[in-house]
């Protein structure tokens, strides 16, 4: 649905919603072409290959406009790990092609990578047992504005600034009064 502002929705159908992303998977993405990427760092070789087509009408999102297959092969160490994932849109094939699509589902694993998998691992937000009213979503909040706070104070490792302000609980004040 566009917004007055003007942007657009980019939605990951994940696991929690089987029956979309089965009929997602059904679609002859083996007729629709395709545009591939293929990047290498950290000893491992990634191609992304992204194929798009316009929004079918069982697909009951707002202003959607486009559903998009991104598959992700990775190479490392001999060993191909494959990963396919389906986005939904609001964004027209003009606004979003291929290429700025997949950059921005890459983008997302970026916002994945430094926040969520911190809250998961870190702050072992997986394990929480606060699970009533607004507690989880309060507490989701609390430890985005930690990681935050100490991201902006400079810190890259996450659980080193946490043992850090741990030991020094004076500098943890400063940091949340000064931020």
């Known amino acids: 649905m566009k917004r007055s502002t003007g942007g657009d929705y980019v939605l990951t159908v994940k696991g929690n919603t089987p029956t979309l992303r089965a009929k997602l998977k059904k679609l002859p993405w083996k007729d629709i072409p395709a545009t591939s990427q293929t990047t290498r760092a950290h000893g491992q070789r990634a191609t992304r290959t992204t194929k798009v087509t316009e929004v079918p009408h069982w697909v009951d999102f707002p202003g959607a406009a486009q559903v998009a297959q991104l598959r992700r ?8 790990t494959i990963e396919v994932v389906y986005l939904i849109t609001s964004a027209s094939s003009h606004d979003a092609p291929p290429d700025v699509l997949a950059g921005w589902a890459r983008g997302h694993r970026g916002v994945e990578n ?35 706070l100490l991201r902006m104070a400079g810190w890259d490792n996450i659980a080193a600034g946490l043992r850090h302000h741990a030991r020094h609980p004076e500098q943890a004040i400063t940091l949340l009064l000064t931020c």
């Open 73 to 80: 092969t990775v190479t490392c160490n001999g060993a191909k």
């Open 114 to 148: 430094r926040l969520h998998y911190v809250r998961d691992s870190t702050l072992r937000e997986d394990l929480s047992q606060v699970r009533t009213g607004r507690a989880p979503r309060t507490m989701a909040t609390v430890r985005s504005t930690v990681i935050g």
